[in-house]
């Protein structure tokens, strides 16, 4: 079945780090993939998505790109700020029902 | 602005105690979902509504039900509610057709068993 697989947390920058979030993903057909980020006691927000093999997506200077040739997913971000403290959920949406599988998410910390 | 609204955000209630979580929708998608997240956990699908056509996952239990009596609104019902239940609830919106359009999500509501 459809699964995502995405690095264990928790994670701790310092501000201006560079950051990588590894995820990678199981699927029939063709999903499209996402970023979701949740702040502390908020529901979950879109930060980025790709539909297609070689598709960038990019948001708020976060970037991942959609690599079908190593089912991955990486979420990037070349300066991370203490604003971007939250948890990070990589997912996929595939077939008809469209539902989102989810991975376990990755907390991320950056200290001033 | 368009948007997803959970109410109440804080819910306690009482072993066994019937509760019920009310989400609505500004955004008039088709296709609403209610999520269940356990603290540190990726949110596990409930169930999911095509307008009105209601799809169970397989390993929901029997003590949460839902309705949707319009576009905009969509209620979790919890029969009796045990420690276990203890969890922030998602609801999120979709519009139908395209599968690459993102779901939206509601800021949650999250719910205290005594």
């Known amino acids: 079945g459809d699964s995502v697989t995405q690095m264990e947390g928790p994670v701790t920058l310092s501000e201006e780090a560079f950051l990588t979030i590894n995820c990678t993903y199981t699927?029939?057909?063709?999903?499209?993939l996402f970023w979701y980020v949740q702040y502390p006691g908020e529901g979950l927000q879109l930060l980025l998505k790709?539909?297609?093999?070689?598709d960038k997506g990019s948001n708020k200077g976060f970037e991942a790109t959609y690599r079908k040739e190593t089912t991955s997913f990486h979420l990037e971000k070349g300066s991370v700020q203490v604003s971007d403290s939250a948890v990070y959920f990589c997912a996929l949406s595939s077939g008809g029902a469209n539902n989102l599988f989810f991975g376990t998410g990755t907390r991320l910390t950056v200290i001033p | 602005d368009a948007m997803v609204i959970q109410n109440p955000r804080y819910q306690v209630t009482q072993f066994g105690k019937p509760v019920t979580l009310s989400c609505s929708q500004t955004?008039?998608?088709?296709?609403m979902y209610w999520y269940q997240q356990k603290s540190s956990q990726a949110p596990k699908l409930l169930f999911h509504y095509y307008d009105k056509d209601f799809n169970n996952e397989a390993d929901t239990p029997d003590n949460f039900q839902s309705r949707r009596p319009n576009t905009s609104f969509c209620f979790l019902d919890i029969r009796s509610p045990g420690l276990g239940d203890a969890a922030m609830y998602l609801c999120a919106t979709r519009p139908w057709g395209n599968r690459g359009d993102e779901q939206f999500f509601g800021p949650g509501t999250r719910l205290t068993v005594l």
């Open positions: 790709a539909t297609k093999a070689d």
């Open positions: 955004l008039n998608h088709n296709v």
């Open positions: 699927a029939t057909g063709y999903p499209s």
